[in-house]
């Protein structure tokens, strides 16, 4: 989409962390299209500037940092509020997963840094959001989760324990912040990112094969869910989590 071509404004902002490519980006690109304003993070200062070019200097900035630097949550949401005086909306996106192997082998500091990306840093960032802004304002979260926090997730049980607990603090923070904020999470299946590629790279058709919808997901189909939990037509949604699995779900049990 070229500047020309974008909406007029709509007046709300989102912050999306994770967001300089994949899913995170994706999702930017949605809210942007409709005509937020979008506030990006993510580690690498280079991916994000060119990110906030595609998305549009007008409509986009970006703050870099680790996810789960508390100073960087706090400097993320302060910049937000300089530029833009509101943060409506937060997507909880940036994840790691560095381990491939049993749980029963699994390095116990790397368990902790999982957990630290995955899980406590969206309780900071939400709880930043909610004290500069929504605790007074409302607005919506969503936590991008991952349905291998629901269901056994062989070599990829780490991520998916700390998956399972990001959904379960949607509804704890779901719960807390109603009614002024609505808390929503999302669970995709494998979606064709670089974050992802081990899962499919080399063997795309076959993994594919497995899906009743017959294809991978791509970042816009969970930008076009993340657009939906943070729109009106979403308002009376709150602590539920939307899996956007192509179907993989309905062979769970099939023989």
Do not use: C
């Not at 020309?4 to 404004?9: G, I, K, V, Y």
């Not at 400097?75 to 192997?101: H, I, K, S």
């Not at 790397?110 to 500069?132: C, D, I």
């Amino acid at each position: 989409m070229t500047a020309s071509q974008l909406p007029e404004l709509s007046g709300k902002v989102a912050l999306v962390t994770g967001a300089s490519r994949g899913i995170g980006y994706g999702i930017a690109e949605a809210l942007v299209a409709r005509g937020d304003r979008v506030v990006i993070t993510g580690r690498g200062e280079d991916a994000l500037k060119e990110a906030v070019e595609t998305l549009g200097s007008d409509r986009a900035i970006y703050v870099a940092g680790k996810a789960h630097d508390e100073a960087h949550q706090a400097a993320a949401v302060e910049r937000t509020m300089e530029a833009f005086g509101r943060v409506d909306f937060l997507v909880n996106n940036a994840g790691t997963n560095p381990v491939f192997g049993p749980i029963a082998e699994l390095d116990l500091n790397v368990a902790r840094k999982v957990f630290e990306t995955n899980v406590v840093s969206a309780l900071g960032f939400a709880q930043q959001t909610w004290k500069a802004w929504q605790s007074e304002n409302g607005g919506a979260i969503v936590n991008i989760a991952s349905v291998a926090g629901l269901a056994p997730s062989p070599f990829i049980g780490a991520y998916g324990i700390s998956k399972a607990a990001m959904i379960n603090m949607t509804v704890q923070l779901a719960h807390e912040f109603a009614p002024k904020v609505r808390v929503n999470a999302i669970a995709p299946a494998v979606v064709k990112t670089k974050f992802a590629q081990a899962l499919y790279e080399g063997r795309e058709e076959e993994a594919a094969a497995a899906y009743p919808l017959a294809r991978l997901g791509v970042p816009a189909d969970i930008g076009g869910a993340a657009a939906f939990l943070t729109s009106q037509q979403s308002d009376w949604i709150t602590g539920q989590t939307l899996v956007v699995d192509g179907g993989i779900f309905l062979n769970a049990g099939v023989a």
